[in-house]
């Protein structure tokens, strides 16, 4: 293994021997296991998708190069594109059953994360690299995911204002239409006064009239507010700093994972997101090694693209993965339920240091692992202590 690999180790929690039993390696293509990955390939979502897609890539090229999983190679399938939408997503997920699929990961977005949980729940190992939902893992015992819920974000988030002093006098604006934004938001509300938190403005949008915001930035500019919380997506983001900047509020704003991807957004003046903070697990701006030769990997491959927090995911995810294979000692002759069933209990016994952090897994598929807050300057990310 090359020696910046080893930032990103993988140990057992538990000093199994199961590397003695570990098979020589197998690269006969009928002897491979074959991973799938299921997310918004085109539409309005794309960039989670396909940043999911070419990371898990190359996290499996490097795992085949140093041996596979368990001594076996890995083959990434053609990736499902569900669009964003449910029904496709459990499409695809047939569809990638009917190729060969033995462990999904996915999917990328939470409703279809929960749609296709539905369908394997119990059948097929599934670990989603950012189904924030609650419900996205609860359909059965063998589906574990790598970033947080929305409810811990919005927890974690008025944690991290109150301790960092940031504000007293908090403004929420949201989505009151989106699943992902109700979640960050009800959870936020809820801890602000443990925090020393005083909401003082709580307004909300829907997804269809999501393109003025000028009569909820007027009342949060009334009300005193310090800091405007905005549990949204980027595109969303993107337009009330726009807007926020023109009504001549000056406060500071601070987002969630959803926030991620706002420097990239077209025709967008970056320099409105300066100062601006969010929760998120990844910054390609990062300058430990782990990340350096990540970015570097992935820059290389797809001219010059810059990765996300999901691609930061999808390769802990598939790097997580080979750690319970190894550690379970599966084969790729296995059934999906054996090969499910063994990694799931695998996955209590493994510790990853990741990209996005230092993670364990519960035996409710959470993962635990310390949030990472991150500062917009000079349009880079800058991780705040």
Known sequence: MRNWKKALSVTAAVAMAA?????????????????????????????YGTNVYNAAKIAIDEINEDGGFNGYQVELLDAGDDQGDPEKAVNAYNDLLDKGMQMLCGTVTSGACIAVGA???????????????????????????????????????????????????????YDSMADYNVGIHDAFVESAGEYGLEIVADEAYTTDSNTD????????????????????????????????????????????????????????????????????????????EATVNFVKA???????????????????????????ADDAAITPD?????????????????????????AKWTEDGECDKAP?????????????E
Not at 261 to 270: M, P, R, W
Not at 314 to 323: E, G, Q, R, S
Request: charged share 20%; proline share 3%.
């Open 19 to 47: 590397t003695a039993l570990t098979p020589a390696a197998v690269f006969a293509d009928d002897e491979t296991f074959k991973v799938g990955v299921i997310g918004p390939m085109t539409g309005d979502y794309a960039q």
């Open 119 to 173: 369908e394997a729940a119990e059948s097929t190992f599934l670990f989603t690299p950012s189904g924030t939902a609650v419900d996205c893992i609860t359909s059965g015992s063998n589906e574990f995911r790598m970033c947080f819920t929305d409810p811990m974000q919005g927890t974690k988030s008025a944690e991290f204002i109150s301790e960092k002093g940031l504000a007293t006098k908090v403004a929420v604006l």
């Open 213 to 288: 915001f000028s009569v909820q930035l007027s009342k949060i500019k009334e009300s005193g507010a310090e800091l405007v919380f905005l549990p949204n997506y980027y595109s969303d983001n993107a337009l009330i700093l726009q807007q926020a900047a023109d009504a001549g509020l000056d406060v500071k704003f601070f987002g969630v994972d959803g926030m991620d991807g706002i420097l990239s957004v077209e025709n967008f003046d970056t320099s409105l997101a300066e100062g601006v903070m969010l929760l998120t697990p990844f910054s390609a701006t990062s300058e430990d």
């Open 298 to 324: 992935y820059n290389d491959a797809h001219n010059g693209e810059t990765p996300n927090q999901f691609a930061a995911d999808a390769y802990d995810v598939i790097y997580a993965m080979k750690a319970a």
């Open 334 to 358: 296995m059934s999906n339920e054996d090969i499910s069933a063994a990694l799931s209990a695998s996955m209590l016994n493994i510790e990853l240091n990741g990209l996005t952090g230092t």
């Open 372 to 384: 990472k807050a991150f500062e917009i300057k000079d349009g880079v990310y800058v991780e705040v």
